[in-house]
């Protein structure tokens, strides 16, 4: 069966996702709600947010400082002295808008748009919010805690060779969405942009609420990271340490992450790699854990890279880093307990993404202390019937 013909199989064969009021259900759930209540949900910011802002801003021209200190062995003062000019310019444009959370929530809403205009254009399973997750992840998952460098901070996946990097092949359909984005609404940096399109994916896909704050700044191609330091899908249990734990990540939340795969699907034209994970592509459950454990994972007959594919179907997919999950004795603790408690996954997940999104973005750069939940469409639509 050729891929395509594969692909419209799958999508019949594929359990609907849920409408929007199911997902909305699921966040009334019990288990969702206790989760969302445990975390009261923080203060906007203070009505003269000029000064938080400006206090981001300036601490945004010291990282410029902070830079070429950095880069100072390189000829890096003319640079640098860039650098501190864009602190300076987003200053200017803070000066004509000083976003609120109200302005961050209209951005949210477009990315919630966006991602269903992939039904219209017949993309993947009918919604780019996979992609978008994607994104989010691999301009957060470069960060190096030993140097400070790379993280969600200055966005240099706009620039080469970071945008060409093996690993982020297919991410400029990403990127291109949130450039329609970024010119609607030019006063976001990237960083904040593309994390906030994963926020949104997330949670527009039925996933736990994701706690999000603006402060990312936008860097220049010299802050881009070298190739290597995402992970690579053919690799096994140390490769994955080798690489989260250069994050900051212990075994636990590199499971938790993992469950990412729940949504999207691998193209061979970008990864080499083909299919989905779930039956569910455009819904964030625990079913990647479910599946792990509960079907029979075959090694796939084929002239592309080794993957598995489910016995029974052989429609779904695992990479060799997905099955490393249920090898690794300790990983695979962790991922029967995610498997048995969808709530605890959703949890763990929330909290390992939260955390993965401000990898590399300096604390007083954020605008606010503590962390938004951002409502979902439904709840604001359900806010303002009610
Ligand atoms: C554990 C290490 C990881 C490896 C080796 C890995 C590898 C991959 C590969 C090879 C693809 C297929 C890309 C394509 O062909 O389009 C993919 C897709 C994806 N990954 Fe990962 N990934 C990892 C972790 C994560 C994490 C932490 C997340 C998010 C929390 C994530 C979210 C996604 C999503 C949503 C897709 C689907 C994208 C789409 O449908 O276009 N992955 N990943």
Redesign the pocket.
Request: aromatic share 10%; with cysteine.
């Given at each position: 069966m050729s891929f395509a013909a594969l692909r419209v199989s799958l999508r019949k064969a594929a359990v609907p996702a849920p409408s929007r009021a199911a997902r909305a259900a699921r966040f009334r759930a019990p288990a969702v709600r206790k989760y969302s209540t445990e975390t009261p949900p923080p203060p906007p910011p203070p009505k003269s947010s000029n000064t938080t802002l400006y206090a981001g801003l300036g601490a945004a021209a010291l990282g410029g400082v902070a830079f070429w200190v950095y880069t100072s062995s390189s000829d890096s003062a003319k640079v640098a002295g860039t650098a501190v000019k864009s602190g300076a310019q987003a200053a200017k444009v803070a000066a004509n808008l000083v976003p609120t959370k109200e302005d961050y929530i209209k951005v949210y809403n477009r990315v919630a748009e966006i991602m269903d205009e992939a039904g219209d254009k017949e993309y993947?399973d009918g919604s780019y919010g996979?992609?978008l997750?994607?994104l989010a992840?691999h301009s957060s998952?470069t960060y190096d805690k030993d140097t400070q460098t790379g993280g969600s901070n200055y966005a240099t996946m706009r620039f080469a060779p970071e945008s060409q990097h093996g690993a982020n092949?297919?991410l400029n359909v990403a990127r291109d969405l949130m450039e329609q984005l970024k010119q609607e609404f030019p006063w976001i940096s990237y960083g904040d942009l593309w994390t906030l399109g994963g926020v949104a994916a997330v949670q527009e896909m039925g996933g736990p609420k994701i706690p999000w704050r603006p402060g990312r700044i936008d860097g220049f191609a010299v802050q881009a990271t070298p190739d290597g330091r995402l992970?690579?899908?053919s690799q096994g249990s140390d490769h994955?340490r080798r690489i989260?734990g250069r994050m900051g990540f212990n075994d636990q939340e590199?499971v938790a992450?993992?469950g990412?795969?729940a949504?999207?699907?691998?193209?061979s034209t970008?990864?080499?790699?083909e299919g989905p994970w779930t039956f569910s592509?455009t819904t964030i459950t625990n079913d990647f854990f479910k599946l792990l454990f509960d079907e029979t994972w075959v090694w796939k007959k084929w002239e592309g890279p080794k993957q598995l594919e489910d016995k029974k179907t052989r429609s779904l997919m695992m990479?060799p880093?997905d099955y490393v999950l249920v090898q690794d004795k300790v990983f695979k603790k962790f991922a029967k307990a995610y498997a048995q408690d969808q709530d605890l996954f959703f949890k763990d997940f929330s909290a390992a993404?939260a955390k993965?999104f401000e990898l590399g973005v300096p604390t007083q750069q954020f605008v606010t202390a503590e962390p938004w939940i951002l409502p979902t469409v439904d709840e604001q639509k359900e806010a303002k019937s009610a």
């Open positions: 993947d996979p992609v997750l994607r992840w998952g092949a297919g992970p690579d899908a994955l989260f590199i992450l993992s990412g795969h949504v999207g699907r691998c193209h970008r990864s080499g790699y592509p990479l880093t993404v993965l």
